[in-house]
């Protein structure tokens, strides 16, 4: 039997050169995908150029010097926070730490605490919800809080809805069971950039800052008549206005104010300081201690949860023991000892249910970045007043070890166009 010859394959036509506005169309997405991460990482690049920029510095400075996580423009006074935190926004937005901020806004929930709080980076990513439509309002003349219009049971109406809401979208955590920020306090060692932070606030929050009603002409001169009688025709002293003023340590400064034994609560106005024994500066406290930021060394001691005022304006809720969120971004690496911050915010989370989030950055994946780091990192600290050199996680997983019960929940390394260089890492204490 013979075996018929196997027919030759028929030749391949040649594949014929398609037109470049054909490919551009197929390709459209995966070359946008490209495009931006090539234009991210070339951005990264030449903002890490720009930050080398100077000559190292000649003596070597060792990592014992206290960082302070302010750029020399702003320790010099050529720009001020208000400048300096415009300027975050652009380069924050490009390599996506924006972003990384609003999920970490998101994850807020309970008593939370952000140290070095900065110029309040995250707060429009906060939800307020339950801290607006809860407070006892501020009274007409600006001192002390009438009741809340609504009733509990509307409260508690409106606060089911919500979570309702919220959960469809998938912003509850299972199991959560204050999915909603109850109070917020801020803690930086600058008053200047709290001062930014008491700005945006009170954009976020308008009806929870007192507002002083201006007299009226007559009204002021019916005061000075009745003082005068009260004086016996003299003319009385000028009326001293209350210290109002923007900046809360200038107010402090112009004012003598006593500590308060530890523990008692105090209520301040807008504008007006207050010391709190080891706890640092109180430098602003609206909605009756929902909102407070202090000016405090966040590693010598953090200020405790707050007591509020309960919506009917009469009852105090005691203050709880522990925070249920803690936050910090960019703040391991302007500390002095990052190790005794970690065990600072682990005694003031609750244990069990509670979470710290830190979002940092620190050594990359890449020998040369580290190269280049390490190299100009003694210049980059005299000039932005921080150590990017830092290896963020063993500093958490030395802090694992030391710390009673702190355990790490994750670290993760997000942002590929950053070299590995940018860290999230989240936190608890094992009850």
Not at 11 to 23: D, V, Y
Not at 148 to 160: A, G, M, W, Y
Request: hydrophobic residues 35%.
């Amino acid at each position: 039997m013979r075996h018929q010859a196997a027919r030759p394959k028929p030749k391949a036509k040649k594949q014929e050169a398609r037109p470049l506005s054909e490919l551009v169309e197929t390709y459209k997405k995966q070359l946008v995908v490209f495009g931006l991460g090539t234009a991210v990482m070339v951005a990264y690049v030449t903002m890490l150029i720009a930050g080398m920029s100077r000559d190292p510095c000649t003596s070597h400075i060792h990592d014992s010097d206290v960082p302070s996580g302010r750029t020399l423009d702003l320790r010099s006074g050529k720009i001020s926070a208000t400048a300096f935190d415009r300027e975050q926004d652009w380069p924050e937005w490009l390599m996506g730490v924006t972003n990384l901020r609003k999920l970490m806004g998101g994850l807020c929930r309970g008593h939370v605490l952000e140290v070095a709080v900065g110029t309040g980076r995250n707060v429009d990513y906060v939800d307020w919800d339950e801290i607006k439509t809860s407070a006892p309002l501020p009274a007409a003349e600006g001192v002390g809080f009438e009741p809340n219009p609504k009733s509990l049971q509307d409260l508690e109406r409106e606060r089911v809805k919500r979570r309702i809401d919220k959960g469809k979208k998938g912003m509850i955590l299972p199991g959560d069971e204050a999915p909603e920020v109850v109070s917020f306090t801020g803690v930086d060692v600058s008053a200047d950039v709290l001062e930014v932070t008491w700005t945006k606030l009170k954009k976020s929050l308008p009806e929870l800052v007192p507002r002083r009603r201006r007299r009226s002409k007559e009204e002021v001169q019916a005061q000075q008549q009745q003082q005068q009688q009260q004086s016996g025709g003299e003319k009385p002293a000028e009326e001293k206005k209350p210290i109002t003023l923007r900046n809360p340590l200038k107010a402090l400064a112009a004012s003598k104010v006593t500590a308060p034994t530890p523990g008692q609560q105090q209520s301040t106005a807008p504008g007006t300081s207050q010391e709190t024994g080891g706890e640092g500066v109180l430098a602003a406290n609206i909605g009756s201690g929902r909102i407070r930021l202090f000016k405090s060394d966040a590693q010598s001691h953090l200020p405790p949860p707050p007591s509020i005022l309960a919506p009917d304006a009469k009852t105090t809720l005691p203050a709880p023991l522990y925070y249920d969120t803690i936050l910090q971004n960019f703040g391991l690496c302007s500390m002095a000892d990052p190790h005794k911050l970690l065990g600072e915010m682990a005694r003031v989370v609750r244990p069990g249910s509670g979470r710290i989030y830190l979002l940092e950055h620190g050594r990359g994946w890449y020998d040369w970045i580290n190269g280049l780091l390490d190299k100009f990192a003694a210049s980059h600290f005299e000039r932005y007043g921080c150590w990017w050199n830092r290896d963020i996680e063993d500093i958490v997983r030395r802090a694992q070890k030391e710390v009673p019960g702190l355990e790490v929940v994750r670290i993760e390394r997000p942002l590929w166009t950053q070299g590995g260089t940018m860290y999230w890492v989240e936190l608890k204490v094992n009850s």
